[in-house]
């Protein structure tokens, strides 16, 4: 079945660069998404990315997809305390019903 | 602004009680979705519904029930049925492929 797969923990200093990684199974996948989710919040689409590009950045993020390996990663410039949250991947499956599936959610904790 | 609105924000519920938690879009998004979420486990779909007057079953179903009389509402029903209903849960819509889901800010249950 479907399942997608995520570290549960990292941490950076501020002003790093935080890298956070997802594997996932359906090969057929056309799009691939990063959520953020601030603590009590709802999640809040930060990027995606399209299965037949390997990358795409948007300001300080970088998404880099290698779909032989079924891996997407999400990397995050100079992070800042803002950036503290959970980041869940997600990917897209069931044809015309567009479901997602989530990753279990990475914490990220940006240290002072 | 167009939105996804959840409410309550928490609720308190007795076991063995019937609760509903609102889920209201002005976003004219025709799929709308329930997902749960339990710490460490990601996010579950519960019930999705792709057009008015009609749903369908997620991967964790058995417990819940929804209605779809209008475009833009998705209650969600939790019954007694339903062994362990405290979490996170969030409802989300979004207008088609590729465009990603815009979520509400969640309404968090507790059984007392």
């Known amino acids: 079945g479907e399942d997608v797969e995520q570290s549960l923990f990292l941490s950076v200093r501020e002003g790093d660069s935080s890298v956070i990684n997802c594997t996932y199974t359906d090969s057929s996948s056309t799009y691939l998404y990063w959520y953020k989710q601030e603590p009590g919040a709802g999640l809040q689409l930060l990027t995606y990315?399209?299965?037949?590009?390997d990358m795409k950045q948007d300001q300080r993020l970088t998404v880099l997809l290698n779909k032989k390996d079924k891996h997407l990663s999400l990397r995050i410039a100079d992070t800042q305390t803002g950036d503290s949250a959970i980041y869940f991947c997600a990917e897209s499956y069931g044809g015309a019903t567009n479901k997602l599936i989530f990753g279990t959610g990475t914490l990220l904790a940006v240290q002072p | 602004d167009g939105g996804i609105t959840q409410s309550p924000k928490y609720l308190f519920r007795k076991e063995g009680q019937n609760v509903t938690l609102s889920c209201e879009q002005n976003?004219?998004?025709?799929?709308m979705y329930w997902y749960r979420q339990d710490p460490g486990q990601g996010l579950r779909l519960i019930y999705y519904s792709q057009i008015v007057n009609d749903f369908q079953k997620g991967d964790i179903a058995e417990g819940y029930s929804v209605s779809r009389e209008k475009k833009e509402s998705f209650p969600l029903t939790v019954t007694s049925a339903q062994k362990n209903p405290t979490a996170f849960y969030l409802c989300?819509?979004?207008?088609?492929?590729?465009?990603?889901?815009?979520f509400g800010s969640g309404t968090r249950l507790t059984v007392v």
């Open positions: 989300a819509s979004h207008r088609g492929q590729g465009t990603g889901y815009t």
């Open positions: 990315i399209f299965s037949n590009m």
């Open positions: 976003l004219n998004h025709d799929a």
